[in-house]
């Protein structure tokens, strides 16, 4: 019977000098010839022209409503996150795409109170480069 305690006790010395071996060395290779996820620099988009919102929040779903990426949230995209730390400033952020290139969008939404209400001025788009950048800027 000790016998069997002392192999039970030598093989769980064994899996916790591994485990703590392997929480303890930094990861490598994490993806193959050093890609990483990196993202692309901000482009300017169109606007879709849109009607005043009583308030920025609703200024922002407007323009998502209006914008072509509105229709691929219930097939392409796992998730929707909006950030708007002041009333004039928007973020936006689509998330979990089903591309192997491209794992999110983000967007910078710039607001303007107009007499009428709320409506966005301007917005900026940039991939996350499931990948990496390439040599062109883009994502491989």
């Known amino acids: 019977m000790r016998w ?3 192999v039970a006790w030598g093989c769980l010395t064994v899996l916790l000098a591994g485990c703590a ?3 303890s ?3 490598t290779g994490t993806a193959p010839d050093g890609w990483e996820p990196a993202p692309t620099a901000f482009e300017a988009q169109v606007v879709p022209s849109q009607a005043p919102s009583a308030m920025p929040g609703a200024a922002v779903m407007a323009w998502l409503a ?3 990426w509105h229709s691929g949230l219930a ?3 796992a998730g929707l996150e909006i950030e708007q730390p002041r009333p004039e400033r928007a973020e936006v952020r689509l998330t979990g795409l089903r591309d192997d290139a491209v794992s999110a969008y983000e967007f910078r939404l710039e607001l303007d109170e107009v007499e009428a209400g709320w409506v ?3 917005v900026e ?3 996350i480069c499931r990948r990496g950048l390439g040599a062109s800027g883009l994502c491989r």
């Open 125 to 127: 788009r940039r991939a």
């Open 25 to 27: 060395a930094p990861e």
């Open 75 to 77: 097939v392409d995209y």
């Open 120 to 122: 966005v001025q301007s």
């Open 21 to 23: 071996a392997s929480s």
């Open 66 to 68: 209006a914008s072509p």
């Open 4 to 6: 069997g305690w002392r």
